[in-house]
């Protein structure tokens, strides 16, 4: 992989401040809630600065407190932040969530990003120069559905160009956002202008299966379909590598995808095989599954190194419940064979 810069990933995208409410309920019925911060490409950039890469996320955010928040917030994991803008004129996005899964109809998400500050962000107002400086530039479908200024922002980035970074793309369709129905036809343009591509089953265009996916998608060198609780597949070249996923003791779902995609490319940064990205990339979704919140710290790597070499039938038999990345168990203690 060549190396465009001082940063081994650039993530371009919106983060907010998230509320979590302090104890079950219904948005109506919740007394208090406890602040965070969520977003897809700064999650990524902080799982990565946790685990020793060099990182930096660019957005916009508002001149306000949540703005101030948000910025020390993902600085603090070490990511470098100074190519976040403050717009005086647009608030920071904000949103509430119960504590229950997203995939439940009792789960209740209330955004309030509209008009926010990163939804203004343009080629304009972004310094590309900025953004190019890494040896991977990772972006989500969530940008380019903000605004019409976003999607202009990604189309240039996602663009062929001599010399561009690797071009990493998590399709992330969130059908709540698009303004028409267009959104899952833009993603797939997109999608096929990246280098490396992370998409859903359940998102890939009603399509059946991964190969279905990659007959869609015949561009990028290398495609990532995450089928759920089965695994994922990974084409690249003539090649399709699929790996099972882990049996975990699920806490909570939010921000396993975003894991998922920083354990991939940690992985594609050490230049480890293709079965053993896949590997990470599960091992880092399960830190995320196992504990609450968005954004959680990855395994550390000689733990997750030891556990991406296991045997087939050990790794299809490990079970990893909430814990199991603290470094202070002896061997084994963090696994659990299913029956």
Same mark, same amino acid.
């Given at each position: ?20 409410? =302090? ?25 990565? @600065?946790?685990?020793?890469? /060099? ?32 717009? *005086?004129?647009?608030? !920071? ?7 229950? #899964?997203?995939?439940? #109809? ?7 990003? @509209? ?27 969530? =940008? ?7 999607? &202009?922002?990604?189309?240039?980035? =996602? ?10 793309? #998590? ?22 202008? +990246? ?7 359940? &998102? ?5 299966? $991964? ?17 759920? $609780? ?10 399709? !590598?699929?790996? $099972? ?22 992985? !594609? ?22 504990? *609450? ?6 395994? +550390? /790597?000689?733990? +997750? ?28 203690? &963090?696994?659990?064979?299913? *029956?």
């Amino acid at each position: 992989m060549t190396d465009h810069g001082p940063f081994d990933v650039v993530a371009l995208g919106e983060s907010m401040v998230t509320f979590l409410p =302090t104890r079950p309920g219904r948005l109506a019925d919740v007394p208090s809630f406890d602040r965070g911060i969520g977003g897809a490409e700064s999650n990524v950039a902080c799982a990565l @600065a946790a685990a020793g890469h /060099r990182t930096r996320w660019v957005s916009r955010v508002g001149a306000d407190g949540f703005g101030d928040h948000l910025v020390a917030a993902v600085a603090s994991y070490g990511v470098d932040v100074s190519h976040v803008a403050r717009d *005086p004129g647009r608030p !920071t996005g904000v949103y509430f969530r119960t504590a229950g #899964d997203r995939a439940t #109809d009792a789960h209740e998400v209330a955004y309030y990003r @509209a008009g926010s500050a990163a939804s203004a962000m343009t080629p304009g107002n972004v310094d590309l120069t900025a953004v190019r400086q890494a040896r991977i530039l990772h972006l989500s479908g969530i =940008t380019a559905a903000l605004s019409d200024g976003c999607l &202009e922002l990604v189309r240039e980035l =996602t663009a062929p160009r001599p010399g561009r970074p690797l071009v990493s793309f #998590d399709v992330n369709h969130r059908p709540g956002l698009w303004r028409d129905a267009d959104g899952p036809a833009l993603l797939r343009d997109l999608a096929r202008r +990246a280098d490396l591509v992370f998409v859903g089953e359940d &998102e890939a265009w009603g399509l059946d299966g $991964p190969r279905a996916v990659r007959a869609a998608l015949p561009e990028p060198e290398v495609l990532i379909v995450k089928q759920g $609780p089965a695994g994922a597949t990974a084409f690249h070249g003539p090649h399709a !590598t699929f790996v $099972p996923a882990l049996h975990v003791d699920v806490v909570a779902e939010v921000g396993a995808g975003d894991a998922f995609a920083a354990g991939f490319l940690s992985a !594609t940064l050490r230049a480890l095989a293709v079965r053993d990205r896949l590997r990470h990339g599960h091992l880092w979704a399960a830190a995320a599954l196992t504990a *609450p919140g968005d954004l959680v710290a990855p395994p +550390a /790597r000689d733990h +997750a190194d030891r556990l991406a070499a296991l045997d087939d039938g050990t790794w299809g038999r490990l079970r990893l419940g909430p814990g199991w990345t603290d470094d202070t168990r002896q061997p084994g203690e &963090e696994e659990v064979p299913t *029956p």
